[in-house]
């Protein structure tokens, strides 16, 4: 199939995701706390249903099919932003995420520490459309991002025009990640055609970049950034500190941007890796991300309870995080012996132990590698770790990777597979399928494990000599 019917079929799928988002979309005062079936049988529940799930399927095959044969750059970038058209005026897919930031705006805005109480105790004008579970848990966001909340409601004092303007905030950040992924791409030897379709044309981006106008989007966008500008001025204090501070802004929107600093400290090393030369070239980086993180903190006037407040995450329980997964599953396999076990506690946090260990040994290795590539391998160990997984928190590594990965299938299958968990108006089809959601999740684990056993194993044993 050439690649221009392959464009419109994309925006075909785009146009019917927008159709689902007009008649059963995350709606301002639409049910708060609807099921699968609820949604089935409701008004224009079948259409509903059936747009959304066309209109991915559309999209993700169009995405997939092209992923290795995008003509150009231009072409690709010319493609994605004709799929984002119907998605920029259609109301809320995917996520009622929009809401919260504007009540955690107005609270900002009244004075009141959104790290220190919820939105209730305004209470937030708005709050009739946020989910129960988020009205009286604190902020999650970083400082920079609570500054920008409270800009926009006091700019707007409207629900609605603050929604639009949190979404051309979005969109500011998907063109900054477009602006500069060709400095990553060419820097590692990735083609940057393909490079821009795998970021910027997959669904996760125009149904919850865009569409639900997620902070990810501007902290992916500066965390590009801040990646490009190291990677193009290696060596160079002045623009290393520039990065670095581009990386801080990142994690002062969401703190696991810093995932990435230790990394770009490597990729602004000037030759062999040394202690000096780390000092010298990653100093400006780690300095600069740290100041942009401390001073936005202080321009906000907050404290650092921003920090405390990502473990509210976890009040979510979904098996699309594997240490949750694995935690269901043993609960699952006690109960049918007839014991009842808490597991959930013991397996996030054998998962974050997990984490730091291997972050540790990814920049152990990247000394000698490519440090930009294991930056996007760090962010995905961090999605695939932590306790609570969205869709869209795949656009971090995947953005990076795209640009730093010559292997990319096993991208474009966490891709399309994420891209069908969220319904239309919210609703996250894990709540509903932990079994088998839970076990399979649990057997896709232990394989992996094993792979990757053998895999460090083999690397040991030593070559045959002839």
């Known amino acids: 199939m050439s690649h221009h019917l392959t464009r419109w079929i994309g925006l075909a799928g785009s146009a019917l ?11 301002p005062h639409s049910p708060l706390r609807p099921t699968p079936v609820s949604i089935w049988q409701g008004r224009h529940g079948p259409l509903v249903v059936g747009a959304w799930l066309v209109g991915t399927a559309l999209m993700a095959w169009a995405w997939w099919s092209l992923r290795d044969r995008v003509p150009s750059a231009r072409w690709a970038l010319v493609t994605a932003g004709l799929w984002l058209v119907p998605l920029l005026v259609a109301p809320p897919l995917g996520s009622r995420d929009v809401y919260a930031y504007a009540c955690q705006g107005a609270s900002y805005a009244a004075g009141i520490n959104p790290y220190e109480q919820g939105v209730s105790t305004l209470p937030c004008p708005w709050l009739d459309t946020i989910s129960y579970i988020w009205r009286d848990t604190p902020a999650p966001y970083g400082p920079l991002f609570v500054m920008i909340s409270g800009a926009v409601v006091r700019a707007t004092g409207s629900l609605y025009a603050s929604m639009a303007l949190f979404r051309l905030i979005a969109v500011a950040g998907v063109a900054l990640t477009a602006w500069c992924l060709p400095v990553l791409a060419r ?12 970021a910027l044309a997959s669904p996760l981006v125009g149904v919850h970049l865009v569409s639900g106008a997620h902070n990810d989007a501007l902290m992916v966008g500066l965390l590009v950034a801040g ?4 990677a193009a001025r290696p060596g160079r204090p002045g623009p290393l500190l520039a990065g670095g501070v581009l990386l ?49 903190t ?14 509210r995450g976890g009040d979510v329980i ?27 506690p013991v397996t996030r946090a054998i998962g974050v132990a997990v984490l730091a260990v291997l972050l540790v040994r990814l920049w152990w290795r990247a000394r000698t590698r490519d440090p930009l590539w294991h930056a996007g391998l760090a962010l995905a160990a961090t999605v695939a770790l932590a306790p609570l997984f969205h869709p869209w928190y795949w656009t971090w590594p995947l953005t990076v990777l795209a640009a730093t990965a010559l292997r990319t299938g096993w991208l474009g299958v966490v891709t399309v597979v994420s891209s069908f968990l969220v319904l239309a108006d919210g609703t996250g089809l894990a709540r509903y399928t932990k079994m088998p959601g839970a076990p399979l999740m649990t057997l896709l684990v232990i394989v992996v494990a094993v792979r990757l056993v053998r895999s460090a194993r ?9």
């Open 458 to 466: 083999a690397a040991r044993r030593p070559a045959p000599v002839d």
């Open 248 to 296: 801080g802004l990142a994690a002062a929107v969401k703190v696991t941007a810093l995932v990435v600093v230790p990394f770009a400290a490597l990729a602004a090393i000037v030759g062999p890796y040394r202690i000096r030369a780390l000092l010298r070239d990653g100093g400006p980086v780690v300095g600069g991300a740290l100041a942009a993180v401390v001073g936005a």
């Open 298 to 311: 202080l321009a906000a006037g907050l404290d650092f309870g921003w920090v405390s407040g990502l473990a």
């Open 17 to 27: 995701l927008a159709v689902a988002a007009y008649l059963g979309g995350a709606l």
């Open 187 to 198: 820097r590692c030897g990735v083609p940057v055609r393909r490079a821009l379709w795998l």
């Open 318 to 344: 979904a098996w699309t995080s594997p240490p949750t997964a694995v935690g269901q599953t043993v609960g699952y396999v006690a109960a049918l012996f007839g014991a009842h076990v808490d597991a959930l």
């Open 227 to 230: 990646l490009a500008v190291v």
